[in-house]
Nanobody
């Protein structure tokens, strides 16, 4: 089970840090991703991190503002979001691939999903 938290209401230009804690299974060997879905829009890739935390990829529209990281000892993945914009408003989901699967930005490639956390950025 993946539990995402850390969302909330923030003014434009502010920051939030999302956390995703895995329980009941280890994510040590899994590629972990963050996605988001705004009302009326499709689910959008945000970021991915490899199982060692050595390799990350951030969507171009968020590059330079968002940082993904992980703490394997805590079975947790983070998404640090800086310089937030109103267009970042969405429900943010963390997701995991099966162990040893390769990196992906495709929604359908992820096997386990958290329940989502709402991020609202006011202008």
């Amino acid at each position: 089970q993946l539990q995402a938290s850390g969302g909330g209401l923030v003014q434009a230009g502010g920051s939030l840090r999302l956390s995703c804690v895995a329980s009941g299974r280890t994510i040590t060997w899994s590629m972990m991703g963050w996605f988001r879905q705004a009302p009326g829009k499709e689910c959008e890739f945000v970021a991915v991190i490899d199982w060692r935390g050595d390799s990350t990829y951030i969507s171009d529209s968020m590059k330079g503002r968002f940082i993904i990281s992980r703490d394997s000892a805590k079975n947790t993945v983070y998404l640090q979001m800086n310089s937030l914009k109103p267009e970042d408003t969405a429900v943010y989901y963390c997701a995991a691939r099966k162990p040893f699967a390769s990196s992906s930005y495709l929604v359908n490639d992820y096997d386990y999903w958290g329940q989502g956390t709402q991020v609202t950025v006011s202008s």
